[in-house]
T-cell receptor, first 117, second 115 residues
């Protein structure tokens, strides 16, 4: 079973509008972290936002907020007031076993966001 | 914020030659670094976990004799693609973190083309 599922291969939004990118995850580990990364066409991976499994409040970073629904195992990314520079591939990722010292990220397949003028 | 530097950003090499890619954590010590591979329009796939001072841990299906990883210091890991072939052409990207739940910070990636 996939650990991270992003069901939207592509999303279109007009500039200044808000958009939500979906992400669901699967884990039996009580300690995990959820991440969103942005990858523009240049290839670099840009960290956007992080949500820990024990965090009570939804994470926010500027125009980005993470809608964490623990019971539903979803971690959707909300982008308010889209900008042209937001056009990129967006990856949801999960890190399990946080107490083990280190663990890698498992990525979803990504959602391509295109922002039009 | 944490910075990870990866070099070179792109390389073209002939089939049969070897290519070395460097990954450096510039402002923090990374006992663990990760190497990913990404094919066009696909997600990142973990290749191996690089541990400072010990052997790398490779994911299933990744040839450790072909993709040599060396993590000689707390700030440097290298990936060497040995005897490269056209099917090794891909985007290789490294990452590092302080550990625990901190985010992984990524290098800018290396686009390898084998002719």
């Amino acid at each position: 079973a996939q650990k991270i599922t992003q069901t939207q291969p592509g999303m279109f939004v007009q500039e200044k509008e808000a958009v939500t990118l979906d992400c669901t995850y699967d884990t039996s580990d009580p300690s995990y972290g959820l991440f969103w990364y942005k990858q523009p066409s240049s290839g670099e991976m840009i960290f956007l936002i992080y949500q820990g499994s024990y965090d009570q409040q939804n994470a926010t970073e500027g125009r980005y907020s993470l809608n964490f629904q623990k019971a539903r195992k979803s971690a959707n990314l909300f982008i308010s007031a889209s900008q042209l520079g937001d056009s990129a591939m967006y990856f949801c990722a999960m890190r399990e076993a946080l107490n083990s010292g280190y663990s890698t990220l498992t990525f979803g397949k990504g959602t391509m966001l295109l922002v039009s003028p | 914020g944490a910075v990870v530097s990866q070099h070179p950003s792109w390389v073209i090499c002939k089939s049969g030659t070897s290519v070395k890619i460097e990954c450096r954590s510039l402002d923090f010590q990374a006992t663990t670094m990760f190497w990913y591979r990404q094919f066009p329009k696909q997600s990142l796939m973990l290749m191996a976990t690089s541990n400072e001072g010990s052997k790398a841990t490779y994911e299933q299906g990744v040839e450790k004799d072909k993709f040599l990883i060396n993590h000689a210091s707390l700030t440097l890991s290298t990936l060497t693609v040995t005897s490269a072939h056209p099917e090794d052409s891909s985007f290789y990207i490294c990452s590092a973190s302080y550990g625990g739940g901190s985010p992984l910070h990524f290098g800018n990636g290396t686009r390898l083309t084998v002719t």
